[in-house]
């Protein structure tokens, strides 16, 4: 069993910036893609940003520019650091990975969520 535990949401004014974590822990072989998406209600869950293992980015074109996604594989952490926020970019935003475990499988798995609120 893989447990993702996100932190760092929370209310901000419209220009601020905010840093989201997601820490992944359990028996894990490796974790390869680790990402961030954001979902409001009634909506389909969006791409923020993802990073390989190796560090190869690739963002939503909503965000590009403005947010930043990084991982410390030490810790098996990734992060999003979220600069000029809009009103726009309130939602609630999950972590993602996608991880092997023992017996060579790959899995994928969704954090708690955590929220987001710009305010104007």
């Known amino acids: 069993q893989v447990q993702l535990v996100e932190s760092g949401g929370g209310l901000v004014q419209a220009g601020g910036s905010l840093r989201l974590s997601c820490a992944a822990s359990g028996i894990i072989v490796s974790i390869n893609a680790m990402g961030w998406y954001r979902q409001a209600p009634g909506k389909q869950r969006e791409l923020v940003a993802t990073?390989?293992?190796?560090?190869?980015?690739n963002y939503g074109d909503s965000v590009k520019g403005r947010f930043t996604i990084s991982r410390d594989n030490a810790k098996n952490t990734v992060y999003l650091q979220m600069n000029s926020l809009k009103p726009e970019d309130t939602y609630v935003y999950y972590c993602n990975t996608n991880v092997t475990v023992r017996g060579g499988y790959q899995l994928t798995y969704w954090g708690q969520g955590t929220q987001v609120t710009v305010s104007s």
């Open positions: 990073i390989t293992r190796g560090g190869s980015t």
